[in-house]
């Protein structure tokens, strides 16, 4: 069992390039709370309206032109298999933080599969 003590490790790195050909200073962290850990992305880049954020785990809603619109309706996918949720939200005053929270522990599905 894990200990109820809070683990947190950051990174700052930078990831892509943007359509200016930028490339973005990115935060990425996790964090073990308990029997849960949280894995995070942020970044500085621009944000998103709300009404877009409701519907950025939709399936085929894309912010891209050509986008297919299933990325991230697959990742909440498999993270809620795995009991998870996966999240994102405006990162003040500019950017996105995208994340999830994953059981620490064992699940029925790996307990099923051992």
């Not at 790195?13 to 073990?32: H, K, N, S, Y």
């Not at 994102?88 to 790996?110: D, H, I, K, W, Y």
Request: charged residues 20%; hydrophobic residues 45%; glycine residues 14%.
């Amino acid at each position: 069992m894990r200990p109820r003590t809070a683990s947190l490790d950051h990174k700052r790195f930078r990831l892509g390039r943007t359509g200016l050909g930028l490339a973005l200073p990115v935060l990425a962290g996790a964090i073990f709370l308990a029997d849960t850990i949280t894995v995070s992305v942020r970044d500085t880049g621009i944000s998103l309206a709300p009404a877009a954020i409701e519907r950025i785990f939709d399936a085929f809603h894309s912010t891209k032109p050509g986008g297919m619109g299933m990325g991230l309706a697959i990742s909440r996918s498999i993270v809620e298999a795995h009991g998870g949720t996966i999240y994102a939200a405006a990162n003040p005053p500019r950017g996105m933080v995208f994340g999830f929270t994953l059981p620490a522990g064992e699940t029925g599905s790996e307990r099923n599969h051992a």
